[in-house]
């Protein structure tokens, strides 16, 4: 089965409400992440790194900002005559209005994929965070003979509404499903990642929408006697987002050195849109370690453990410590941040003092001026 014969579905507001913070201006798919990323841009990337061609990005709300990051799909070479990247619009069908859950949205654009000549289905969410070989798990689906394949993870599951845990046989088959109600043991945990026989999706979302039935994972789970539905383990670097602190944690294990490169491989970019801003530019008076720096940063006080998105200035004098700074935020002059996440565009005046906790980093919303 080649990745060219699978139509990609990506929802790009699936947990917004698990980020209220930072989803609350912005879909989940456009959250920043890693100085120069949008979440969007890991499943879209997986995508057309494994050679699939036709992507469909399911909106609900708050999508400005992600229409504005992914355009026509240009940076992932999505923006074609034929096939490419669409967006799909939020209202399900006249009688419905706002789609719901999963299988609404699914069933809201139920025409986009039936008009699809692609004989398979890959649905993802936007907020794993992993340089996953979509083409290896296509392969394994095949391989199986599946109806469905999800791909899952091993250790201990994200602390989300709905998080699965599978039961898999010797055989890797998927025999019994369970919503997990303990985060403190090791399990096997659904990325909410699966490939699927579109036909079969198409009758699954027909029957759900005749039982009124909104959750997808719901509809999988009450015909997994009948199907073949096996497990696709994802190993290296694998993250899901669940909250505010699993954005602070997340990001800053990127400063390791060893899961950039399992997240960020050669053979595998991750593409972005482009910005074609000049380089960072560190002051005489600059002190940088440990850090991830974006382009058209100004440095001139110190930054250590810490990420800085595009156009951030740290004036001199300022101290940036273990911190999150998103695009065209302004630090102060002799200003102290440590264990502080600020979202874009927000201003922090001179001699102004941060500070918030490993296990509970402080705030600072979009444009606010501190």
């Not at 300022?318 to 102060?332: L, P």
Request: hydrophobic residues 40%; contains cysteine.
């Amino acid at each position: 089965m080649a990745a060219k014969n699978v139509l990609g579905i990506i929802f790009s507001n699936a947990y917004d409400e698990a980020l209220p913070e930072l989803t609350a201006l912005r879909t989940m798919g456009s959250i920043p992440f890693a100085a120069r990323y949008r979440l969007i841009d890991f499943p879209l990337s997986n995508m057309v790194n494994a050679g699939i061609p036709q992507v469909g990005v399911i909106t609900k709300s708050n999508y400005r900002s992600l229409m504005d990051h992914i355009g026509t799909g240009k940076p992932w070479d999505l923006s074609r005559k034929r096939e490419g990247m669409t967006l799909l619009p939020p209202f399900s069908s006249p009688e419905t209005g706002m789609i719901k859950g999963k299988a609404d949205a699914l069933y809201g654009c139920i025409s986009y994929i039936s008009n699809s000549n692609k004989e398979y289905v890959l649905l993802t969410d936007c907020n794993v965070v992993c340089n996953m070989d979509y083409e290896k798990l296509i392969k394994a689906h095949a391989a199986n003979d599946a109806d469905v394949t999800i791909a899952y993870a091993k250790g201990f599951p994200p602390a989300i509404g709905n998080s699965t845990e599978l039961a898999i046989d010797e055989s890797g088959r998927v025999v019994g499903t369970s919503v997990i109600d303990c985060f403190s043991s090791s399990v096997n945990y659904s990325l909410k990642i699966m490939v699927i026989r579109r036909t079969l999706l198409e009758r699954l979302l027909h029957e759900a929408h005749s039982a009124k039935i909104d959750d997808f994972e719901t509809i999988i789970a009450s015909n997994i006697k009948h199907l073949r539905v096996f497990g696709y383990e994802q190993q290296g670097f694998v993250r899901v987002l669940s909250s505010l602190q699993s954005y602070y944690d997340i990001s800053l294990e990127l400063l390791k050195l060893e899961n950039r490169k399992e997240l960020f491989t050669s053979d595998r970019p991750v593409y972005t849109k482009v910005r074609d801003q000049v380089p960072a530019i560190y002051g005489i008076s600059a002190q940088v370690s440990n850090s991830l720096i974006a382009d058209g940063c100004r440095i001139d006080g110190e930054v250590e453990n810490s990420i800085l998105f595009r156009g951030v200035t740290v004036a001199k004098g300022a101290k940036v410590k273990n911190s999150i700074i998103m695009q065209g935020s302004f630090v102060g002059e002799n200003s102290s941040l440590e264990c502080v996440i600020i979202d874009k565009a927000a201003v922090v005046k001179p001699n102004k003092m941060l500070c918030g906790a490993s296990n509970y980093p402080v705030y600072i919303g979009k444009g606010i001026v501190i």
